[in-house]
């Protein structure tokens, strides 16, 4: 269960935060959706992924049995079969480009969300920054006045600080797990790229050997 306590000093820092607190309130909800969304992707794709069947179908094709490797790659649920089967079913037709546009599309679900992460780190800080700056304004307004108020200038500089501080530490906390999910990106695209480099290449031998 969550401590009260900490939730209860969560929220007074929220209030004394000031008005740029909202904004930042939702770049946090959205981040941490984000995040959550992403990490239930990427395990799922880890239960999907069937190297032993990849490797079944590479094992055909080097031996020509193309129509037996399109079977053991079709309804796969392995993204990088799924590209596998995508070639095959056009290899007399255009095999380079059905294999391009199924690894487009599947890098493309892989890296949903990273742009709006890669928006969260730096907008966070600049919403922080803007409530440094507000905060600061509202520290020199009381210096200003006639009648110095000791807590209106406190409470500008500590309505700056807590700003920066969520800022900074949202863009922190969303860089790791972006930094993270780009990695999977990357490696899910070398394996779909060597996959699709096997792929053209036994079916070019195999059309040589055919025509010999």
Same mark, same amino acid.
């Given at each position: ?102 690894? +487009? =599309? ?13 928006? &969260?780190? /730096? $907008?966070? !800080? ?29 409470? +500008? =500089? ?13 863009? &922190?906390? /969303? $860089?790791? !797990? ?35």
């Amino acid at each position: 269960m969550p401590n009260p306590l900490l939730a209860n000093a969560l929220v007074d820092l929220f209030r004394h935060g000031g008005p740029i607190m909202w904004p930042i309130g939702v770049v946090t909800f959205a981040a941490i959706a984000i995040i959550f969304e992403r990490c239930w992707w990427w395990l799922t794709h880890a239960k999907n992924r069937k190297p032993q069947d990849l490797e079944r179908v590479l094992m055909s094709l080097e031996s020509g049995d193309l129509g037996h490797a399109q079977k053991l790659s079709a309804n796969s649920s392995d993204p990088v079969l799924r590209v596998v089967h995508a070639g095959l079913s056009h290899r007399h037709a255009s095999l380079q480009g059905a294999l391009q546009a199924a690894a +487009g =599309i599947e890098i493309r679900q892989a890296g949903r969300f990273l742009t709006a992460m890669d928006t &969260i780190i /730096t $907008l966070a !800080p600049l919403l922080g920054l803007l409530g440094t700056v507000t905060g600061i304004m509202g520290s020199f307004s009381a210096v200003g006045g006639a009648e110095l108020a000791v807590e209106k200038v406190t409470g +500008g =500089i500590g309505e700056a600080l807590i700003a920066t501080a969520f800022g900074l530490g949202i863009a &922190i906390a /969303t $860089l790791i !797990p972006y930094n993270w999910f780009h990695s999977k990106v990357a490696g899910l695209q070398h394996d779909i790229e060597t996959a699709a480099n096997n792929v053209e290449v036994f079916v070019a031998t195999h059309r040589v050997s055919v025509h010999v």
